[in-house]
């Protein structure tokens, strides 16, 4: 399963990059990169949900009652991961498209280049994610807790995060120069908080990560709620770019916080997948 979620991390990132360099070619621009990223996330969720739908293992042909939980199981988990997705859409790309209709095309260009820089926030930390569900999954199988991978993952992406934002804090001028030139340097003051609000949804998906692991659905309508509100919020408060990115980094600090107290405050409970499928997963 590791080289599963490996593999579909890989493929996810491989599409953003060919989406986006194709639409750039076409003239679109970094607005172009950025409909490459939202399309991503569609395509591999579609191609990951057709192979859990067909998901055949023929040594259980002679047990169809388990082949029928485990395949139910394996559609639970592309649900969740399905509803996550809507709210990563709308989380990651609702203020592009907000920006673009309330603001100038120069303070959209300024935005859309900032948006691609933050977005390395998440993709610094996509690793860990690609690893949580495995090591979830084997523990489970194992009957061992979970909570430490949890603490462990959520440490390993402050770091990781933290780093990344830090490094936007030191060099963001020299970054945004080197990547896109003078033309774009009044783009670097914003690079460091939207760094931040990227690296709040990105420990927020990590926790929600670790519980659809668990076979838990109950927070994957949080981001989808958190996504409606920044596009209110943004529609009402517009002032400025910078008023842009605050509201971003309130509403994501505050989905960080939310999610993680409903999930350290659960009692551990049976995960919601078949046990065929927990062990399937633990190999």
């Known amino acids: ?6 593999g579909e991390g890989i493929v996810r990132l491989g599409i953003s990059v060919a989406l986006g360099y194709a639409l750039i070619e076409v003239g679109r621009s970094l607005e172009g990169s950025i409909w490459g990223l939202a399309q991503s996330m569609l395509v591999t969720w579609f191609i ?10 023929p040594v259980q042909a002679a047990a169809p009652s388990n082949f029928q939980a485990e395949r139910r199981g394996w559609l639970q988990l592309g649900g969740m991961t399905g509803l996550v997705l809507i709210g990563q859409m709308l989380i990651t790309n609702s203020d592009f498209l907000l920006v673009k209709n309330f603001f100038s095309p120069e303070d959209a260009g300024l935005y859309a280049a ?14 860990l994610t690609i690893l949580l569900i495995p090591l979830i999954a084997r523990r489970q199988a194992l009957n061992q807790p979970t909570r430490p991978i949890l603490l462990l993952i959520i440490g390993g992406g402050v770091i990781v995060c933290g780093g990344l934002v830090a490094g936007a804090v030191l060099f963001a001028p020299d970054i945004v120069r080197l990547l896109y030139g ?34 838990k659905g109950g927070e994957t309508w949080m981001p989808i709620l ?30 960080f916080i939310l999610v993680l107290w409903r999930v350290l405050r659960s009692h551990p409970t049976l995960p919601l997948l078949p046990a065929p499928l927990l062990e399937s997963q633990a190999r």
């Open 182 to 215: 003078d033309a774009y340097i009044a783009a670097s003051n914003l690079l460091a908080p939207y760094a931040l609000a990227a690296a709040l949804y990105t420990l927020t998906n990590l926790v929600v990560t670790y519980q659809i692991a668990l076979g």
């Open 226 to 255: 958190a996504g409606a509100l920044q596009v209110i919020a943004i529609i009402l408060f517009h002032e400025s770019l910078a008023q842009v990115i605050t509201i971003q980094i309130l509403l994501m600090g505050l989905l």
């Open 114 to 127: 900032v948006s691609v820089l933050g977005r390395i926030v998440y993709f610094g930390a996509l690793p």
């Open 1 to 6: 399963m590791s080289a599963v979620y490996l």
């Open 48 to 57: 990951g949900w057709l192979a859990l739908r067909h998901f055949v293992n």
